[in-house]
T-cell receptor, first 111, second 119 residues
Framework: TQLLEQSPQFLSIQEGENLTVYCNSS?????LQWYRQEPGEGPVLLVT?????EVKKLKRLTFQFGDARKDSSLHITAAQPGDTGLYLC???????????FGTGTRLKVLA | DVKVTQSSRYLVKRTGEKVFLECVQD?????MFWYRQDPGLGLRLIYF???????EKGDIPEGYSVSREKKERFSLILESASTNQTSMYLC??????????????????FGEGSWLTVV
């Protein structure tokens, strides 16, 4: 079973703090996506990282793809209550048809 | 806009019933996927299909089967529903016609989810 392990599983922080979420695998990915999911809804795409070592910024969110294309991180600067949600990494495993999701990180930002 | 439609948003079924979850996409996508989502376990791949009549097991296929008789429709079947299959089921489709490789990104589209309760 190919896995995408995310850490931490849960995170509760105060508004204004910084945080990093990690996504790790032993498999190589064609690219990795990060999603945010609200209760009762499907995942909403935040970003796609394609090239090993790539860094992408989306306002206060910074995404990085590992050099070996096996891992990724999401860093949020000055978190706000509106960032609260379930964050998922996902990707297509290189050389297969499979598209899999990470185990998820549930973030709660307290005002 | 690409649309992935799941036939039922909420279902309640009895243990032992046969359950069909239908998913239809309107963009002629080759790849279709079924996932289930449970608290603390993320979204886990049940089955996927990369062509009509083609199917492959995902990570948790036990207790499920699938059918892809037409390109636009991918059905998930619970032959005999059990309480441990109570979950949210999510269908997805992707136009990617080949195995994942060095591409600009894996474009994948999701349905709204089906909440199944087995009592």
């Amino acid at each position: 079973t190919q896995l995408l392990e995310q850490s931490p599983q849960f995170l509760s922080i105060q508004e204004g703090e910084n945080l990093t979420v990690y996504c790790n695998s032993s498999s190589v990915f064609s690219s990795l996506q990060w999603y945010r999911q609200e209760p009762g809804e499907g995942p909403v795409l935040l970003v796609t990282v394609v090239t090993g070592g790539e860094v992408k910024k989306l306002k206060r969110l910074t995404f990085q793809f590992g050099d070996a294309r096996k891992d990724s991180s999401l860093h949020i600067t000055a978190a706000q209550p509106g960032d609260t949600g379930l964050y998922l990494c996902a990707g297509g495993i290189w050389g297969t048809y499979k598209y899999i999701f990470g185990t998820g990180t549930r973030l709660k930002v307290l005002a | 806009d690409v649309k992935v439609t799941q036939s039922s948003r909420y279902l309640v079924k009895r243990t032992g019933e046969k359950v069909f979850l239908e998913c239809v996409q309107d963009m002629d996508h080759e790849n279709m996927f079924w996932y289930r989502q449970d608290p603390g376990l993320g979204l886990r791949l049940i089955y996927f299909s990369y062509d009509v009549k083609m199917k492959e097991k995902g990570d948790i296929p036990e207790g499920y089967s699938v059918s892809r008789e037409k390109k636009e429709r991918f059905s998930l079947i619970l032959e005999s529903a059990s309480t441990n299959q109570t979950s949210m089921y999510l269908c997805a489709s992707s136009p990617h016609p080949t195995r994942w490789g060095r591409e600009e990104g894996n474009t994948i589209y999701f349905g709204e989810g089906s909440w199944l309760t087995v009592v």
